[in-house]
């Protein structure tokens, strides 16, 4: 049976590295007979030139019939200076809306090959294997009331409003507890409780959860410590739920445990394991088109695709590895490069040959 995957690369490096991912795609169901059928659509600032929307109706038709959807990045400084409701940004938050995509997997695991290239020391991210399961469709990134006013003593002022509701709160907790047994049976869950109501009652409901998952250690950190344990001793963790704004940033943190954030994919899926893929980095709009970018999170994304929405594990497992293996020969992008090493410095297509060839080896 076809399986349809909705191509949007995007602004900036979006494009080659999507571009990359669908070749190693390609060559996976060459292998696995998965009989891959690719659409491709408008998202971000592209489609903003396009059609005056960040997230088209036609993109939007594509995206609710694809089986799954591989995204590389919106954004780009030519942008910056248009109202926020046309930003490109919005495009990305309109899709995640649109699928219902609340739950965002962000995992954070170092290749050991890359261990020189993370920004602790050896010894302190030696073996780091990070889930950060990030709320992505609730609290102050879709609050209302927002904007920006002029008030009546003629000065201006924005507000946003960090909103949950114990619904919200409890979907995206179980699938983190459900994510925690399968790994080590830790979880940590992050919020702000001695400031901000809101995440009062998202402690509250991650501790009712706790009893119906005695297999999980369930603890609780405020933000602040969990962005400095993240750079202390990240090894304490094992699986980390948070909301919408405090996830974005823990995530780039722990992106940059792993040597740099062009290795982070992600995974954003809705109920019915429907699901966006995308490298957790962004647009980098001044490396575009300039064959320097690394695709990898983009190809390990594209794993986490044929894993959690086409069923396909073998041909995921396989993608990792042969990740790895280019990793272990001393293949690098600019990135991940170390300085005074000897590995080899390769651009965005050439990494994307390496990881086909590796596949095929
Ligand atoms: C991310 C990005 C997005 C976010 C931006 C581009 C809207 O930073 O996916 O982490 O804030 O969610
Ligand atoms: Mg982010």
Known sequence: MTQTVLLLPGDGIGPEVVWQARRVLEAVDAR????LQFTEGDIGGIAVERSG???PAATRALANEADAILLGA????????????????????????????FCNLRPALLFPDLIGASSLRAELVSGL??????????????????????????????FNTDRYDEVEIRRIGRLAFEAAQKRSGRLCSVDKANVLEVTML????????????PDVTLSHM????????LV?????FDVLVTGNLFGDILSDIAAM????????????????????????????????????????ATILSAAMLLRFSLDAPEAANEIESAVAVVLEAGFRTADIAERHSPASLIGTQAMGDAVIAALTD
Request: no cysteine; aromatic share 6%; glycine share 12%.
């Open 74 to 101: 919106v954004g780009g400084p030519q942008w910056d200076d248009l109202p926020a409701q046309e930003r490109p940004e919005r495009g990305l938050l309109a899709i995640r809306a649109d699928l219902d995509l």
């Open 32 to 35: 696995h007979d998965l009989d």
């Open 222 to 229: 405020y933000v602040d410590n969990a962005a400095m344990q």
């Open 202 to 213: 998202w402690r509250e409901v991650m501790e009712a959860l706790s009893s119906e998952y």
């Open 53 to 55: 929307q960040a997230y």
């Open 257 to 296: 445990l792993t040597g740099s954030i062009g290795m982070l994919p992600s995974a954003s899926l809705n109920a019915q394991g429907t699901g966006l893929y995308e490298p957790v980095h962004g647009s980098a709009p001044d490396i575009a088109g300039d064959d320097s970018a690394n695709p990898l």
């Open 232 to 236: 202390r001793d990240p090894n304490q």
């Open 129 to 158: 294997d990070v889930l950060i399961v990030r709320e992505l469709t609730g609290g102050i990134y879709f609050g209302e009331p927002r904007g920006v006013v002029t008030r009546e003593d003629g000065i201006r002022e924005g």
